[in-house]
């Protein structure tokens, strides 16, 4: 069984940083392409990052780029996001996905999702 | 940048067909796929690569895509389908999503 869990979520004043991770289990990791979507409370969905299998190339939604960092620990099938310089419009549930794709490719879509973990960014 | 456009609702009899769009320019030369959202819970993917439905989607729902518009149909509707329903493209590097559609079973 897939399983992808969130964790690192919390409450964080602007200026702040958080690192969220992502254990997973239930399939090989290292072969597929991971990434982050985000949901603000009552909002549609929003694509944050994707880091590709093999040279670990990162890509990156115009809105995080510069301020956020994915990587990933294949040794231990972990996939994180770095958080700095928060806003209060980075406040959303923050979504493991996995692709389905592993090595760089057009990323036609996301077949498993865990279930996500808060970010709350408020002074 | 690539945009996706939904409608933000739309609305079905019990037992009836329901038809969500995604238009977006050139739509038709990419692979669109389509989340299924019920409050409180994660998005899951109900059609992929336009057409295709995964292991475990009800045959109900269904997909195309053509030109500047894709379209998620679902047949003979139930309660049970009410739901956020989103688009998704890849475009130059990026995942783009729709704004979503919030379908209402009534």
């Known amino acids: 069984e897939v399983q992808l869990l969130e964790s690192g979520g919390g409450s964080v004043p602007p200026g702040g940083s958080l690192r969220l991770s992502c254990t997973v289990s239930?399939?090989?990791?290292?072969?597929?392409?991971m990434s982050w979507v985000r949901q603000a409370p009552g909002k549609g969905l929003e694509w944050v990052s994707l880091?590709?299998?093999?040279?670990?190339?990162?890509y990156y939604a115009d809105s995080v780029k510069g301020r956020f960092t994915i990587s990933r620990d294949d040794s231990k099938n972990i996939l994180f996001l770095q958080l700095k310089s928060l806003r209060a419009e980075d406040t959303a549930v923050y979504y493991c996905?996995?692709?389905?794709?592993?090595?760089?490719?057009?990323?036609?879509?996301?077949?498993?999702w865990g279930r996500g973990t808060l970010v709350t960014v408020s002074s | 940048s690539y945009e996706l456009t939904q409608s933000p609702s739309v609305s079905v009899s019990p037992g009836q067909t329901a038809s969500i769009t995604c238009s977006g320019d050139?739509?038709?030369?990419?692979?669109v796929c389509w989340y299924q959202q019920k409050p409180g819970q994660s998005p899951v993917l109900v059609i992929y690569?336009?057409?295709k439905r995964p292991s475990g989607i009800p045959e109900r729902f269904s997909g195309s895509n053509s030109g500047n518009t894709a379209t998620l149909t679902i047949s003979g509707t139930q309660a049970m389908d009410e739901a956020d329903y989103y688009c998704?493209?890849?475009?130059?590097?990026?995942?783009?999503f729709g704004g979503g559609t919030k379908l209402t079973v009534l």
């Open positions: 998704q493209a890849w475009d130059s590097g990026t995942v783009v």
């Open positions: 050139k739509l038709g030369d990419k692979y």
């Open positions: 880091i590709y299998s093999g040279d670990g190339s990162t």
């Open positions: 239930g399939f090989s990791f290292r072969s597929y392409a």
């Open positions: 690569q336009d057409a």
């Open positions: 996905v996995k692709a389905d794709v592993g090595a760089p490719a057009a990323v036609r879509y996301f077949d498993y």
